[in-house]
């Protein structure tokens, strides 16, 4: 089943019909409409403890009211959210005009099925196209993608290198500034880095998507559980420092105020945000998935199916391999886990790399043309089990480039008759291997016609 699938992707898209679609979906997110309306599944966990959102300027006002019914501020936002983290001894309903939202915390977890099998090839590359995208672009430093998850073990020697030590990222957890795992049960931060940005080409262990710079943020401890307001608190720190990519492999089930500012803050920042789907097999995507700033990611498994533990539902938006994912954990060493965690950042590692060769791509434009550049599932176009399709990282770079060119013609005059070859070769769409310098082009806005040698 494996093998036919990878014989039909390298059948040729029709790239025109594809940058339709693209505009088709860019008018969409553009509108404000589109995240006005959301099911809120409101939380039962963490019964003393309440996230309040106040109104600007109106701080003080609500911690003299939290002293006043005998509460206690447990966190406050360093991110300049409007919020607080509170205990309250007992339940009390508070309805004052300089309270937002009055929200029992939610708990998130990370979304993977782990299992004992060590080793097996990363079938998950090749079946989404690394092979061909690597040719074009293996990823650069200055594009930098927040991982919102548990610690990660950034000396790993698969990972080191995507890390700059001047800022490697903060703990939300503990509240420092060292986003390292607690114990050694803390791997999943790691292994979910790995997918997105092991270091390529150094002769050990695995390859991630991309050689870009990674930011650990740690929102959950080491149980694989953290709050709404960590993670909130990590979206929104994660932006202020110059994230563009933010992967969110955790969620719950109950939706959350302060969880869907921190992506609306994020989102109009912009900064593009994957999601986990979440791993019950229900019809009920998980927050913050859920919410519309974010893309939603489902898991396949090596059957080109939905695998059975994958949510799915009217957010699901894309799928990716999600089985059997071979990647980096702590100390120096490689784990196969299964999970909807798995799958999105596959999603972010593909995005990255577009983004490194098209960095002029706004959030909403680069969602868009992941969306287009699939191989279709299930139902024709978008269904609620695989969204619009398993993304192609190879389709998706073409029609980015397509779509940049596109829109890079609008801007100039036309008599200055810019060819597409001078445009593609002032990006410098080249191979990083020196020895192979070479460019791609496209003829006719198809498929891949003719190398030119440089």
């Avoid at 939610?106 to 061909?132: A, G, H, R």
């Avoid at 990255?352 to 176009?381: E, W």
């Amino acid at each position: 089943m494996i093998i036919f699938l990878f014989i039909f992707q390298f059948s040729e898209i029709d790239i025109k019909e594809r940058l339709k679609k693209v505009d088709s979906l860019i008018d969409i997110y553009q509108r404000e409409e589109f995240y006005s309306f959301e099911e809120k599944n409101l939380s039962t966990d963490f019964f003393n403890y309440w996230v309040i959102g106040y109104k600007e300027g109106k701080k003080r006002d609500l911690e003299i009211l939290i002293e006043k019914i005998g509460g206690k501020i447990i966190k406050e936002s360093k991110t300049g959210g409007n919020y607080l983290l509170v205990y309250l001894p007992s339940f009390l309903s508070i309805k004052e005009d300089f309270i937002n939202y009055f929200e029992r915390s939610v708990k998130l977890k990370t979304c993977f099925f782990p299992n004992d099998e060590f080793y097996k090839y990363q079938w998950d590359k090749w079946i989404m196209y690394s092979e061909l995208i690597w040719d074009f672009e293996i990823g650069k430093k200055d594009i930098i993608v927040a991982v919102c998850d548990q610690g990660i073990d950034y000396y790993h020697p698969d990972l080191r290198n995507n890390f700059s030590f001047e800022l490697i990222g903060y703990d939300f957890v503990d509240d420092d500034s060292n986003p390292y795992p607690d114990n050694g049960k803390e791997y999943h931060g790691t292994h979910v880095a790995g997918i997105i940005a092991g270091v390529i080409n150094n002769h050990i262990g695995i390859s991630g998507w991309a050689q870009v710079r990674l930011l650990a943020v740690r929102v959950l401890d080491e149980n694989g559980e953290g709050s709404d307001f960590d993670v909130a608190e990590g979206i929104r720190w994660a932006v202020n420092n110059g994230a563009k990519i933010i992967n969110l492999s955790l969620g719950a089930e109950s939706y959350s105020s302060c969880l869907k500012e921190a992506v609306e803050y994020a989102y109009k920042k912009g900064a593009l945000l994957i999601g986990a789907s979440g791993n019950n097999g229900s019809s009920n995507i998980f927050y913050p998935a859920k919410f519309k700033e974010v893309i939603a990611c489902g898991a396949l498994d090596k059957n080109n199916s939905l695998a059975p533990f994958s949510n799915y539902g009217k957010e699901q938006e894309l799928v990716a391999c999600g089985v059997e994912v071979l990647s980096t954990i702590p100390n120096n060493q490689y784990g196969l886990l299964d999970g909807t965690s798995m799958s999105a950042p596959q999603i972010s590692g593909v995005a990255s790399l577009i983004l490194s060769s098209f960095p002029s791509l706004t959030n909403y434009q680069l969602r868009a043309i992941l969306n287009v550049g699939t191989i279709d599932l299930g139902d024709k176009s978008w269904d609620r089990y695989y969204g619009f399709g398993l993304l192609n990282a190879y389709y998706a770079y073409l029609i980015a480039k397509e779509y940049v060119y596109k829109e890079y013609s609008k801007k100039i005059e036309r008599k200055q008759n810019y060819l597409k070859e001078e445009f593609y070769n002032v990006l410098g769409n080249k191979i990083k291997d020196r020895k192979k310098k070479s460019i791609y082009f496209l003829k006719k806005g198809k498929s891949f016609q003719k190398r030119v040698n440089l």
